[in-house]
């Protein structure tokens, strides 16, 4: 049975979470969640990893003792040292851990002085106001948790993309590898690029459907068949992913295509614009009465309807068509326009490689620059930075960049913006910095004006380049905080500050909307990975995803300029 990579992590997250419960080593602790951030971000897939006999302790922060767990794992599905150490605690304290505003720490403190070992008992508790008076609970972190419990209760499952991507790409190949298949491709929100997605739609095109579908159904990680047909099958997946797959003929290809990719409504637009025109759109094809004339091709059936192709991730109906019937649609940044990453950590604080390997790891990707922005003094669990370790960071960074050739690193820091607008370290060794990247990384939870002046008000500082993860959000997991981002939008502009699309995937932050908003206001923004090991400079392709959701173009995007171009782009007047 296959394993993924998620399924790993997952593995190893889970077992620092009960380990800290149990109050485990915290160094201990931290190499497993380490590992699982680790593993969640690999490029490349471990299990495949192990059975080509690959070293797994050259991957960073993977050791001797992490990669025979690894091992074991890919090979027996399973991990003793879980299943003793879940065998030591009580009920379901694991799922408790995963609920934001609780984590190891306050799952014990219900554990022991409630009894609380489940959903449940967690509910029943928090509905009778018994979580306030707990130590290091609070009234507030009640309400959370009962917020949390009843958006729980109807909310609709959504999957991270880079998790669907892992179990969607392997499923994907099985199934071209079946008798007759023509091709697969997967169509829907995953197509579209969306941040989270509900489920996978797959299309095929084959000489006969039998094979394909017998196929699909008997796949190895099926947890369940929801039903089975010559043209359409649903399947869900153990990792609770489903699944629909659907064959076409040759010649509905383009229109099965089209319209599987959605979303809905941009179909809708696009259908009305066919409808004008006398003619009938749906999934086999477009029709002048019953006389099919076109649908192999998704270009052939926009220019039927009298359009330009539109790239999938235009598919929302947020002006789209008309832009396409106007010729105005944007030419979207790609992968291959960036020249540089303008966020990423290294060992200094929380990251896990040096200034040299993550300089090695990105002139590898063909980069100009890196910037190092290592967090500042405010953020004491990250080990952040004062203004005499940075003074250190920054020769060491001088003396790099006389060796390397062909790239340059940009001397940099994450600067955290305190309450008062202002930055952590002051302008003298600010000033020193070829830029800033500015974030909040606490009190998250100011009103909606005081969040705003905060950031306004250390935009201010000359110093400010960029603002990090300007919403602070964390897909699925944290809700943005307060902010009015079109004033902070407005601010930028006018003193010349840039925000970011961190383009890390459980952030992801400027999303799509906001993106549209930065274009349509004329901001620029970089695209930046906040690469906490080398392997995280593959984000990129995320980032540059969601802003091409937002519209954006080459020129729209700071990382796509050479670095004499950035450079006069981002000097203040
Ligand atoms: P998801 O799965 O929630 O992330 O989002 P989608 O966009 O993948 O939606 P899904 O899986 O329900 O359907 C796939 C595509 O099929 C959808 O994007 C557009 C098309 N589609 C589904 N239902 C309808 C419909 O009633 N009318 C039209 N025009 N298209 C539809
Ligand atoms: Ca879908
Ligand atoms: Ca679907
Ligand atoms: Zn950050």
């Keep these: 049975m296959a394993i993924h990579n998620a399924e790993i992590a997952r593995i190893f997250s889970l077992l620092a979470d009960l380990l800290e419960i149990e109050g485990a080593n915290p160094f201990r602790v931290r190499a497993y969640r380490n590992a699982a951030r680790t593993i969640e971000s690999l490029p490349h897939n471990v299990e495949a990893m192990v059975r080509e006999g690959a070293d797994l302790s050259e991957l960073p922060g993977i050791g001797e003792d992490l990669a025979g767990k690894i091992k074991e794992i890919v090979e027996t599905g399973r991990l003793g040292l879980l299943e003793e150490v879940k065998s030591r605690i009580p009920g379901a304290l694991a799922e408790l851990v995963a609920i934001p505003g609780l984590g190891p720490k306050r799952v014990k403190v219900l554990y022991d002085a409630l009894g609380i070992q489940d959903i449940e008992g967690l509910a029943r508790a928090a509905k009778a106001g018994k979580l306030r008076n707990l130590p290091g609970f609070g009234a507030k972190i ?23 991507e892992q179990f969607a790409e392997p499923l994907l190949n099985y199934l071209r590898e079946a008798n007759g298949v023509t091709r697969a491709i997967i169509a829907g929100s995953y197509r579209r690029r969306k941040e989270t997605i509900g489920d996978i739609d797959i299309l095929v095109t084959c000489r006969d459907s039998d094979p394909v579908m017998e196929r699909f159904v008997t796949y190895d990680e099926v947890e369940h068949v929801l039903s089975k047909g010559k043209t359409r099958s649903t399947i869900v997946l153990r990792s609770g992913l489903q699944v629909d797959l659907r064959v076409v003929a040759e010649e509905s290809y383009g229109s099965a295509l089209q319209y599987f990719t959605g979303s809905k409504a941009h179909n ?45 991730e235009l598919r929302e109906d947020w002006g789209e068509v008309e832009a396409a019937q106007q010729g105005r649609l944007p030419h979207l940044v790609t992968l291959a326009d960036i020249r540089g990453d303008l ?20 002139k590898a990707k063909g980069y100009d620059y890196l910037a190092i922005t290592d967090h500042t003094k405010r953020v004491t669990v990250a080990n952040g930075m004062d203004a005499k370790r940075l003074a250190q960071q920054l020769e060491a960074i001088d003396r790099l960049n006389e060796r390397l050739s062909g790239m340059k690193i940009l001397k940099s820091a994450e600067v955290d913006i305190l309450e008062d607008g202002s930055l952590d370290l002051p302008n003298d060794i600010l000033k020193e910095l070829d830029l800033t990247v500015c974030s909040i990384h606490y009190k998250l939870n100011l009103s909606r004006e005081k969040q705003t002046e905060r950031v306004i008000r250390a935009m201010d500082n000359p110093y400010f380049t960029i603002f990090g993860h300007p919403s602070g959000r964390m897909i699925e997991e944290r809700a943005p905080y307060a902010i009015d981002m079109e004033r902070v939008m407005q601010a930028a502009l006018e003193r010349g500050c840039f925000l970011e699309v961190n383009a890390q995937p459980s952030r992801l932050d400027l999303n799509d909307v906001h993106c549209k908003m930065a274009k349509d206001m004329g901001l620029k923004v970089a695209i930046s990975t906040d690469a906490h090991r080398t392997t995280d400079l593959d984000f990129m392709r995320f980032g540059v995803d969601q802003a091409r959701r937002g519209w954006l173009e080459p020129s729209d995007v700071l990382n796509t300029k050479k670095w004499s171009e950035l450079k006069s782009l981002i000097t203040r007047a």
């Design 142 to 164: 009640e309400e959370k948790i009962l917020e949390e419990l009843s958006r729980r209760a109807t909310a609709e499952k959504r999957m991270k993309l880079i998790t669907a």
């Design 268 to 312: 809708i637009a696009v259908r009305h614009l066919a409808v004008k025109l006398g003619l009938k759109l749906n999934e086999y094809g477009v029709f002048r009465g019953e006389t099919y004339i076109a649908g192999r091709t998704e270009e052939e059936v926009y220019r039927t309807v009298g359009l330009p192709y539109i790239e999938p």
């Design 343 to 362: 966020h990423a950590h290294t060992k200094a604080t929380d990251g896990q490689a040096t200034i040299e390997e993550m300089a090695a790891a990105a």
